[in-house]
């Protein structure tokens, strides 16, 4: 895939997941019986949820697979244990 193409597709995910984040953060403002912020400081602020979010996401899956490979080196040992 050409840089062009990979930065446009990673410019239109970053956009979908602030605009999912600006959605959760106007239902957040309206479930609570506030006044949303302007649309610029919305923005701002589900650009900072979605960084967040993707932040957390990207470090627990790297704890999930590690536990993952953890299990199954171990399963790996355990069959060449059973087949002696």
Known sequence: MDENTRSGL???????EAG???SILRWKYKKEGRLA???????A????VADTAH???AKRSKT???ELKKVYVKKGGD???SAK
């Open 10 to 16: 990673k410019k239109l995910v970053e956009d979908a």
């Open 20 to 22: 999912i984040a600006k």
């Open 37 to 43: 912020p302007a649309e610029e400081v919305m923005e």
């Open 45 to 48: 602020e589900s650009r900072v």
């Open 55 to 57: 932040d957390i996401l």
């Open 64 to 66: 999930v697979w590690n």
């Open 79 to 81: 069959r060449e244990d």
